[in-house]
Structure formats: C-alpha cells, structure tokens
C-alpha cells in the first residue's frame, strides 16, 4: 500500500497570507490527523478527523481550520499567516478513529516557511 | 490539559551502550505509544502499550508501561549507531482523549562510534 502522501512538501509564504495543505492517507484508512512540529513546541496535535467530522482540536487559534472529505483525504487551512507559523506540518492516518486504535502513519510532512 | 514530559532531552552515548527515555503523563492514559523520528524524517511507529504494568520487547528494544498508566519508558540494549534519532512517547487520556494524541518532546540518542 502507498503510505500517506502530502503536498505540496515545501512551500514559502509571507506574513498575512494563507496556505492550504493537502494530506492523502493510507488507503483504508479513515482517520486524519494533523500536527505542528518545531523545534522549540515539539509535536502538537492541531485536528483529528474520522469519516468528515472533527473529532477533536488542539489548543490552536482559529486562524486553523480543516477538513475531510469523503475519500478520507484531508486538508487544512491556515488564514493570516504568522511567522510563527514557520513549521513542519505532518499529517497522519489511523485505520479508525483514534480512540480505537491510535497507531499513527505518518507522512512526511509540509515544511511551510513564513518571511 | 494533558501534559506528557519527557526525559531526558538529549542523550549522548558510545555504540554498544544502553539507552533509556522515560515518559510520564500528568494524567491516567488509555494507551501509550513510541515513536522513532530520524533525522530529516517523519515519526515511525514503534509500538502501542495499552495494559498496566505491560512489558513489550522489540530485538533491542524494551518497552514498558507503568502499573498506574502514567508512565512508560523505552530501554534500548547495545545502542547501534542505526539507533540515532528522536524517540518520541505519545498518549491519549483516559478520560476520553479531547486533547487528541498528546506527544512528548521526544529524547534525541546521539551515538559516539
């Protein structure tokens, strides 16, 4: 099976923009999730999702939305950029929702850099 | 919410050492989860943990959940120089996991050849 797939994988915004990420998962598999990773936070859960519904958020602001669409892929949005938004943004796919089984596949992330 | 601590931050050892990272949650957890991160690479799996007191082991790698399931730790035998990366521990809360996944901020084994 393909694993979970992201684009784009590098990308380069100014302040004040937004983005939008895209995230494939595994086939099969019907939850996402999305984490903010940098070196000083570590990895921080953004959205999980299962069959189109937001299940849970993390303590984000709002400027940080998402969606999933029936196929399972997901995106997420990110309005107003920050320069601290500068990050790697992974996605991650579960085979159900994440009170189930949680085993995380991740992908190989999003490298957004705000200038 | 949940906090998940993670220790030690960073760790030096020489090949053929052992290697420990010890995870501990402000709250009761209904699984934990291990997580390896190479350099450059996206976290990997390594193993879930969902009962108390409950011992895994993978090759080198040992893998232990406390009896109150609030603690985990990770002991890695012989380090090889393959074992280098960021070994991350991971939790849901008991209570119903509103705060989605929680992550530790992971150990990083840095191996002396």
């Known amino acids: 099976k393909a694993g979970v797939t992201q684009t784009p994988r590098y990308l380069i915004k100014t302040r004040g923009q937004q983005v939008t990420l895209s995230c494939s998962p595994i086939s099969g598999h019907r939850s996402v999730s999305w984490y903010q990773q940098t070196p000083g936070q570590g990895l921080q859960f953004l959205f999980e999702y299962f069959s189109e519904t937001q299940r849970n958020k993390g303590n984000f602001p709002g400027r940080f939305s998402g969606r999933q669409f029936s196929n399972s892929r997901s995106e997420m949005n990110v309005s107003t950029l920050e320069l601290g938004d500068s990050a790697l943004y992974l996605c991650?796919?579960?085979?159900?929702?994440?009170?189930?089984?949680?085993?995380?596949?991740f992908g190989p992330g999003t490298r957004l850099t705000v200038l | 919410g949940q906090q998940v601590m993670q220790i030690p931050q960073y760790q030096h050892v020489q090949e053929g050492e052992d290697f420990t990272t010890y995870c501990n949650s402000s709250t009761t957890l209904s699984n934990i989860q291990w997580y390896k991160q190479r350099p450059g690479g996206h976290p990997v799996f390594l193993i879930q943990l969902v009962k108390s007191g409950e011992v895994k082991k993978q090759k080198r790698l040992t893998f232990q959940f406390g009896e109150a399931k609030k603690n985990s730790s990770l002991h890695i035998t012989a380090t090889q120089t393959t074992d280098v990366g960021t070994y991350f521990c991971a939790g849901r809360d008991s209570g119903g996991g509103a705060d989605g996944l929680t992550f530790g901020k992971g150990t990083h084994l840095i191996i002396q050849p």
């Open positions: 991650a796919s579960s085979p159900q929702a994440g009170w189930v089984t949680d085993t995380q596949y």
